[in-house]
């Protein structure tokens, strides 16, 4: 199976910052990469997929990059509702598998 | 709008079975996926399988292959997973989500909508 590995795993940060989360695979995984958004005893949130493709309906702040085994997860300009737990999904191989999350908190 | 609504919460004993359900409103049933995916108490997401509801086709985690059943019914717009031989491990948030996949049943795709979530739990 594929490994997913994000960092950090929690982070602090405050409304207007910029923050970036990580997601590695352990193997090419071309732009097979989606993020969720996570609020608690909430069903996932689809925010990007394919790597960098904004699915509708989400704010333009936030973003994805990369391809092959390293991406990125921006949100430009923090808001009170995105602190959330983020997860990374890789799709390019059977079994589908998760990063362990990344839980954003208000610094 | 899009809507998948899922049974009720299920206590189970340890060696039973369950079985969960997702209806699906809003669009073509047998145009999308649906994915199973769980989340025991205070842990990430773990994905189960999906079935193709247009063709019956399924497929799943190794890990779960052996206890877990995906069926659906195109007449009710409802998906199904069934788990067998419960454990107190399986004890999680059970979600259903729509997919699409780039290419069919070889996957690549992505889950744009999800289910409130069923709560399993296993306990004697």
């Known amino acids: 199976d594929i490994q997913m590995t994000q960092s950090p795993s929690s982070l602090s940060a405050s409304v207007g910052d910029r923050v970036t989360i990580t997601c590695r695979a352990s193997?090419?995984?071309?732009?097979?990469l989606n993020w969720y958004q996570q609020k608690p005893a909430k069903a996932p949130k689809l925010l990007i997929y394919?790597?960098?493709s904004l699915q509708s309906g989400v704010p333009s702040r936030f973003s994805g990059s990369g391809s092959g085994t390293d991406f990125t997860l921006t949100i430009s300009s923090l808001q009170p509702e995105d602190f959330a737990t983020y997860y990374c999904?890789?799709?390019?191989?059977?079994?589908?598998?998760f990063g362990q999350g990344a839980k954003l908190e208000i610094k | 709008q899009v809507q998948l609504v899922q049974s009720g919460a299920e206590v189970k004993k340890p060696g039973a079975s369950v079985k969960v359900s997702c209806k699906a409103s809003?669009?073509?049933?047998?145009?999308?996926?649906i994915h199973w995916v769980r989340q025991a108490p205070g842990q990430g997401l773990e994905w189960m399988g999906w079935i193709n509801p247009k063709s019956g086709v399924t497929n799943s985690a190794q890990k779960f292959q052996g206890r877990v059943t995906m069926t659906r019914d195109t007449s009710m717009s409802t998906a199904y997973v069934e788990l067998s031989s419960l454990r107190s491990d399986d004890t999680a948030v059970y979600y259903c989500?729509?997919?699409?996949?780039?290419?069919?049943?070889?996957?690549?795709?992505?889950?744009?909508?999800w289910g409130r979530g069923t709560l399993v739990t296993v306990s004697s």
């Open positions: 193997q090419n995984i071309s732009k097979y």
């Open positions: 989500a729509r997919g699409w996949h780039e290419y069919g049943d070889h996957g690549r795709g992505w889950m744009d909508s």
């Open positions: 999904q890789q799709t390019y191989t059977i079994p589908d598998t």
């Open positions: 394919a790597a960098s």
């Open positions: 809003g669009y073509t049933f047998t145009a999308y996926y």
